[in-house]
């Protein structure tokens, strides 16, 4: 399974930034696709996820500022975040639940960077 990453970066406080994930690779579809992040010395934590049903979830810090989309046809998932703040800064990753028809696999990208700094 191969993630294509882009869209992080640095952006000042209040600002506007959209990710953008596409997954390919020899599978037979993908349910829940979502982003994770990591800040330093933390762990990693849910940000958003979306199914192939279109059902959302976000984490209660990012409700209201951040959308979540899905290109089914495409295997992408996108984030738009707006209203960024310092705490968002973090890498975030990319994830998709792979279906192979024999069983499920939990599978993340590699990651892009997102700062949030004046």
């Known amino acids: 399974v191969h993630f294509v990453e882009s869209g992080g970066g640095l952006v000042q406080p209040g600002g506007s930034l959209t990710l953008s994930c596409t997954v390919s690779g020899n599978f037979f579809s993908i349910l829940t696709m979502g982003w994770y992040r990591q800040a330093p010395g933390q762990e990693r934590e849910l940000v958003a996820t979306?199914?192939?049903?279109?059902?959302?979830s976000y984490k209660d810090s990012v409700k209201g500022r951040f959308r979540i989309s899905r290109d089914n046809a495409n295997n992408s998932v996108y984030l738009q975040m707006d209203s960024l703040q310092s705490e968002d800064t973090a890498v975030y990753y990319c994830?998709?639940?792979?279906?192979?028809?024999?069983?499920?696999?939990?599978?993340w990208g590699q990651g892009t960077q997102v700062t949030v700094s004046s």
């Open positions: 979306m199914t192939r049903s279109n059902r959302r």
């Open positions: 994830y998709a639940q792979i279906d192979y028809e024999v069983g499920y696999d939990d599978s």
